[in-house]
């Protein structure tokens, strides 16, 4: 579902790769660990430390490849689109390779990995099918795959995923809306079984750190899911 249909906000838009270079620098200070982080702790169906082969599809500056390394996995590799957010992953030194491309279409080795995470892009992508379906391609027999975001009910509030560039004027990021009907069809199609569905509302934590969000109390902020091949 096209984002325009409910945009509250109408600042100019540019694409993830520009808007995400752009960010980069700026990016960790501003993305709050409620948003994702605590999603990905409060999965009850996923051992961590249990990975031989993990992939972190668009890793970004590695917030996630760091929990993924706190938790005890080794062997990590990380994708994403944006040379900036890669740059800033690779002085973590947390990856086994960082690999600059689509996760719609990697371009790597098939049955590689036995978890594959995936937090805060599904909002960019047009089309959910081709990345379910890459990532089952990507996957060993017996694998697992997290996708966390941005809940679509927060987006149709009419904000996008939005950044201020170097001149302080916000900046819009192509954004999509997927319902969760969009997820569980495009998953299942591609042979994904679903393990574990989490939601996250915004609660008194959020309105602690955004004070003007208490008019969004108990709205959807986020989810998680757990796919299992
Ligand atoms: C909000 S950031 C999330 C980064 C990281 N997963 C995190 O949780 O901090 C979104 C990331 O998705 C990347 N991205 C957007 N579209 C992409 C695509 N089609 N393929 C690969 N990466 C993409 C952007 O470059 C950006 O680094």
Redesign the pocket.
């Known amino acids: 579902m096209k984002f325009k249909n409910f945009d509250k906000r109408g600042y100019p838009t540019v694409t993830?790769?520009t808007g995400?270079g752009e960010w980069a620098e700026t990016?960790e200070s501003t993305?709050p660990d409620l948003l994702?982080l605590k999603i990905f702790d409060s999965l009850k169906s996923v051992n961590w430390s249990e990975s031989q082969k993990c992939l972190?599809?668009?890793?970004?500056?590695g917030?996630?490849g760091q929990f993924l390394q706190n938790e005890g996995l080794q062997n990590i590799d990380g994708?994403?689109?944006?040379p900036e957010?890669l740059a800033l992953a690779r002085t973590k030194n947390i990856y086994k390779k960082l690999i600059l491309?689509?996760?719609?279409e990697t371009n790597l080795p098939a049955n590689e990995y036995d978890l594959i995470t995936m937090?805060?892009?599904d909002e960019?992508?047009n089309n959910l099918t081709k990345i379910y379906h890459e990532a089952a391609r990507l996957s060993q027999k017996e694998a697992t795959f997290v996708v966390v975001g941005i809940h679509p009910f927060f987006l149709m509030n009419g904000m996008p995923?939005h950044y201020d560039d170097k001149d302080g004027n916000p900046k819009a990021i192509d954004t999509h809306i997927h319902l969760p009907s969009h997820h569980f069809t495009s998953a299942t199609s591609s042979g994904w079984k679903l393990i574990e569905f989490v939601e996250g509302v915004i609660d008194e934590d959020w309105v602690q750190l955004k004070p003007k969000w208490e008019k969004h109390r108990d709205c959807p902020i986020n989810f998680g899911y757990v796919w299992k091949t």
């Open positions: 993830a790769k995400y990016y993305v994702d972190d599809l668009a890793c970004g500056t917030r996630i994708l994403d689109l944006t957010m491309g689509s996760v719609e937090s805060l892009v960019h992508l995923t």
